[in-house]
Each structure stands twice: as structure tokens, then as C-alpha cells.
């Protein structure tokens, strides 16, 4: 190959990937502590540490050659993230700011995703009967989801909510209702 | 190129019968070498069986660690002797971050004093052996022994095999746009491209059963790179990691050398380097990753990897 043809060949691959640019496409769930959009792919050097250590199984690495591949996400449909910031703690780079496993720093600190809730599948609202399992299993308690009702529906309050999906997990197989979304994401649905 | 093997062994055979002082056992393995699976030294030295062994387990600690991860979570081995994988691990209790992978950290983020720590200790062993990682430590080479031998087996069935020699500017243009890229797309590209970390992740994925996912893609599209277009081209022409370690290790008084009285001109060093080294005509620079494989190869023991300032 001569140096016109390989110069094409890089100029190529450069507009590859600028034409794959990831801020284009839907933003993801990063683990707890992660830096804002941008400033954590820039930071997030693709080590799996936070994957070898996550208990739960939740931080995922996605399958494709995109420029996100080398980036973890959380799959919260498959497995919760139980708040151990175990992953913060093994970060090398700091992608994932170290926060400690305090209730009151994780409430402060952590902001995975925001919940929405679908009205129309959840048991309460749909007028289907009591269900209460988002409540009970929320780490934050009222702060993030309250009872209303005579039906103690579940009514969410995304300032309080850390999104770490175990309403998520919990809500009934054929509700299923719930679904924590990246915060910067176009929520739909009712909170 | 092709011809490049044949052409050599006749001008072997030719000398054998000019010189007889070449008629000895270092023939018959010079000889030897250019039919061989993988051109790789047979028999070798004993730190040739040292720098296999050593390599072996590097793949297999990389692909072990995370199938033991997966069912022991960071206790995968003893005590936590080793946790992580190739971009960083906790090594022996000390923390380790691979220098490329730092270095595209620091370009893109500005300077962070821990990252430098971590990325010291493989730092201080490069500027001091050069760019002995890419010889000595990478998970790849095992791979890369296979790319020759599959390649050996390829050019005995007859099927025409090429081997491109790109030049060796290109692996510094690789490491610039990957540096510079991640800094101005905001995305670390080298982890995308760097076969240490590509094998990490392929492992991961298969030990955690996600399926074999994009990496080993790329991985496959390297490995076959080296295998049908250019022997080793990868790691010679392309891989920014091996054009950082030559950089940083561009001062490393570990050197091979020769001593030219011994020297008889059987070009069989320059057949077996992997990455373009010209120890026959004293042509090594810093792209050479001090494997040694010229040095045990040597019909006549001309080739010694020896210290700067020192009788070689």
C-alpha cells in the first residue's frame, strides 16, 4: 500500500468514527457515582474492574464495535443495583467518584437514573389491588416513593430517587410497571 | 516476499559449502528455522522457555481471572493476589493502570497524580528494558505464535499469503489519533483497538456468558491482519501501546547487540524478528521489544542482549 492510499485509508476510518460519535445516540445508565454525560466516557478507560466486582451482575459491558463499547451500563431490567459502591471504590481513573456506602451520601450523591411509572400496567393504579413492593423495597424510603390512595399507590418523586432499580426488579412480573430511565432521557409516562 | 524464505536458505546452503567454519550444529538449526512452524527459536535459550512461559500465563491469567471473578467476585485468586484485568489490576496489593490507557486519561482530562502512580511501575520498567512489554508480558503474543504457525501451515497447502510491510511511522500516526482522538471526541478510543484490553473484555464477556461481543471482533480482524496480510504487522506497524513503549523506552540501555568478528551474514536474525529489527546490519531501534528470539536463534552466538557501556 502506498502512503496516498493509507492516508485515505486513516481519513477513512477517522470519519468512521466521527460518523459514530456516541454523544448522538441515546444516553445509557452509568454505575452509581459515575460523572456527568461526556465527562464519563472521556474518563472511563473500559478496565472492567467495576464489572468484576458488582455483586449483583447489574454493570454490563455492551456487545458492539461502537465507541461505547469499552463503557459499562447498567442492565437494572435484568438485576438491581443494591448501593454496595464497591464498583466506586475499585475505579482507577475516577470515572466513578468514590462515595462510601452511607445512606445519607448514596441519597445525596447517587443519581443513576429517574424512575417513571407506567399507570396503566401498575396493580394500584390500574385499580387491580394492593401491591406496595416498590415501597417496601426502596432504600429511600418516603423520600422517593410515597403511598397515596386507598390503594397505596406508589407515587414517585425523581428528586429523592437514587434509580438504583430494585422497585424495578421488585414490581410484579405481569406489571412490570416501573423502569428506571438515564436522567438526561425524555421521560414518558407519569412520575 | 514470498520468495524472501527460499532465497535465504539457498544463499545458507551456498555459504555452507564456501565456509566450512559454518558446518556445525548452528547451521542445521539455522537451517531448521526457516521451514519451522513459526520461525520461533526451537529449543532456544532458557530464557526463551522463561519468556514463553511467562506469556502463557499472561493469557491465562487474563482469561481466567474474570470466568473466577464471575464465581468469586475480586477473591478470584488466593488472597486477592490478582484482581482486574489488563487496563487495571491490583496486583500483589499494588495498584497497577496500564500507560497507554493513563496517558489518554491524562490528555483527556489533564493531570491526575494518582493515575501517574499506578501507571509507574510498568512506566519505570519500560524506560529501563524499552519496549519489553510488547515481547515479554502481552497477552496477545500466544495469539500471535498461533497467527505464525497457522501462517506456516497456510504457506505449506500453497495458499498465497502476503506480507505487507507497512512502514514503521504509521504505529506513532496510530498512537497520535488515538491520544488525540479520545481527547477531542471525549471517548477513550485506545481500549477499543489495544489487544491486551480487547482480550480482557472478550474474556469478560464469555465469563460472565453476555456472548463473544464486539471486541473480539476487532480481535479477530488483528489476528487475521497478522495472519494473511502482514506477518505481525499489527504490533509492528499499528499497535499504539508498542509505539508508546517505544517512545518511553526509547533510552533504555538494554540493547541487542552484535559482535560482527562471530557475525556470518545468514540474514537469519532479520527473518525471525517480528517487528522489522535489522540485527544482522546493526539496524535496532526502538521499536525492538528485547524478546530475544534473534539472540537464540544465532547459528553463532554473534547476538547478545547486553547493557550500554558493557563488552557485549
Not at chain 1, 107 to 127: F, Q
Not at chain 1, 154 to 181: S, T, W, Y
Not at chain 2, 15 to 41: E, I, V
Not at chain 2, 221 to 228: E, R
Request: glycine share 12%; hydrophobic share 45%.
Amino acid at each position: 500500500m502506498n502512503r496516498r492510499g493509507m492516508i485515505g485509508l486513516a481519513a477513512g476510518v477517522l470519519a468512521g468514527l466521527f460518523a459514530r460519535r456516541p454523544g448522538a445516540a441515546a444516553p445509557v445508565l452509568r454505575p452509581p457515582g459515575a460523572l456527568p454525560p461526556g465527562e464519563f466516557e472521556r474518563a472511563c478507560i473500559g478496565c472492567l474492574r467495576c464489572a468484576e466486582v458488582c455483586p449483583t451482575r447489574a454493570i454490563r459491558f455492551p456487545g458492539g464495535t461502537g465507541l461505547d463499547a469499552g463503557h459499562p451500563f447498567l442492565a437494572l431490567r435484568e438485576a438491581a443495583c443494591v448501593l454496595c459502591m464497591a464498583c466506586t471504590e475499585v475505579c482507577p481513573t475516577g470515572a466513578l467518584a468514590r462515595i462510601p456506602a452511607q445512606l445519607e451520601r448514596i441519597a445525596t450523591e447517587v443519581r443513576i437514573g429517574v424512575p417513571v411509572l407506567d399507570r396503566k400496567s401498575c396493580l394500584p393504579w390500574s385499580g387491580q389491588g394492593v401491591c406496595r413492593l416498590c415501597a417496601y423495597v426502596c432504600p429511600m424510603g418516603p423520600r422517593a416513593v410515597e403511598l397515596v390512595g386507598p390503594q397505596q399507590a406508589p407515587l414517585f418523586h425523581a428528586a429523592g430517587c437514587v434509580g438504583c432499580g430494585l422497585c424495578e426488579e421488585a414490581c410484579p412480573e405481569d406489571a412490570r410497571a416501573i423502569r428506571i430511565v438515564p436522567a438526561g432521557a425524555a421521560a414518558g409516562g407519569s412520575p | 516476499m514470498l520468495g524472501r524464505g527460499t532465497s535465504i536458505a539457498m544463499s545458507i546452503v551456498a555459504r555452507k559449502h564456501r565456509r566450512r567454519r559454518l558446518n556445525h550444529r548452528g547451521t542445521h538449526r539455522a537451517r531448521a528455522l526457516l521451514q519451522p512452524w513459526d520461525l520461533a527459536p526451537r529449543g532456544g535459550r532458557t530464557y526463551q522457555r522463561v519468556r514463553r512461559t511467562v506469556l502463557a500465563l499472561s493469557l491465562f491469567t487474563v482469561v481466567a481471572t474474570p470466568f473466577l471473578a464471575a464465581r468469586f467476585l475480586d477473591r478470584a485468586w488466593p488472597a486477592g493476589l490478582i484482581v482486574g484485568a489488563t487496563g487495571s489490576a491490583r496486583v500483589l496489593g499494588i495498584e497497577l493502570v496500564d500507560p497507554l490507557l493513563s496517558a489518554a486519561v491524562w490528555l483527556a482530562r489533564g493531570a491526575r497524580p494518582g493515575l501517574l502512580a499506578a501507571a509507574l511501575p510498568v512506566l519505570l520498567l519500560v524506560i529501563v528494558l524499552g519496549r519489553f512489554f510488547c515481547g515479554w508480558l502481552c497477552p496477545y503474543l500466544p495469539l500471535l505464535a498461533l497467527s505464525h504457525s497457522v501462517r506456516w501451515a497456510l504457506g505449506k497447502l500453497g495458499v498465497p499469503l502476503l506480507d505487507l510491510r507497512l512502514p514503521g511511522w504509521l504505529r506513532f500516526a496510530v498512537l497520535g489519533t488515538v491520544l488525540a482522538g479520545s481527547a477531542a471526541l471525549g471517548v477513550q478510543l485506545a481500549a477499543l483497538v489495544y489487544p491486551p484490553a480487547l482480550l480482557a473484555r472478550t474474556a469478560y464477556r464469555l465469563a460472565f456468558g453476555l456472548g463473544v461481543g464486539g471486541g473480539a471482533t476487532v480481535l479477530a480482524a488483528v489476528w487475521l491482519f497478522d495472519t494473511t496480510i502482514s506477518r505481525a504487522g499489527f504490533c509492528r506497524s499499528i499497535c499504539p501501546g508498542g509505539a508508546l513503549f517505544s517512545l518511553l523506552g526509547a533510552a533504555s540501555p538494554v540493547r541487542v547487540r552484535r559482535v560482527e568478528s562471530r557475525c556470518t551474514d545468514c540474514t537469519v536474525c532479520d527473518v525471525v524478528c517480528n517487528l522489522g529489527q535489522r540485527p544482522m546490519s546493526d539496524l535496532v531501534d526502538a521499536g525492538c521489544d528485547r524478546c530475544g528470539r534473534c539472540v537464540a536463534v544465532c547459528p553463532t552466538r554473534a547476538l547478545s542482549l547486553s547493557l550500554d557501556g558493557r563488552p557485549p
